[in-house]
Every structure is written in structure tokens, then in C-alpha cells.
């Protein structure tokens, strides 16, 4: 939906993998268990984001179909 969003779960994803990074370079279980945490949240934003891109692409095709109904019964 919102260019925002998306940019957000990205920077999340992205986050999350540098922290798991960090916590496997230094042997800190707290910094890679928050850091999977984060890129999960950025993976699940993402797909959110792509369920309400569908949703809104079918509200749009049934709007449209409506409109040909309703203009084929006004002719």
C-alpha cells in the first residue's frame, strides 16, 4: 500500500539481518535472537502490504464490472 510502509519492512529485514550478523560475530544469543525477530516482522509487514495490494486490486475490478453492469442497464 503506502510506499512507507513498504520502505519500512524493508528496513526492518534489513536491520534484522545486520543484528543476527553482529550477534554471530560476537557470540551474542540476544542480539541474533532480536535480530531474527526484526526481519521476521519486516517479512511479515511485507506480506501484509502485498495482501492489501491484492485485496485492493480485486475491490477495483468489482467496481469496475459494477460500473459495466449499471452502464449496459442504463442503455
Known amino acids: 500500500m503506502g510506499i512507507g510502509d513498504k520502505l ?3 528496513k526492518d529485514q534489513i ?3 545486520a ?3 553482529a550477534g554471530d560475530a560476537t557470540d551474542n544469543e540476544r542480539l541474533q535472537t532480536e535480530g531474527a525477530a526484526q526481519e ?3 517479512k511479515a509487514g ?3 502490504e502485498q495482501a492489501k495490494d491484492k485485496v485492493d486490486q480485486k475491490v477495483d475490478e468489482v467496481k469496475g464490472k459494477a460500473n459495466d453492469i449499471v452502464g449496459d442497464q442504463s442503455n
Open 8 to 10: 519500512e519492512n524493508a
Open 15 to 17: 536491520a534484522g539481518k
Open 19 to 21: 543484528k543476527q550478523a
Open 40 to 42: 521476521f516482522d519486516g
Open 46 to 48: 511485507q506480506k501484509v
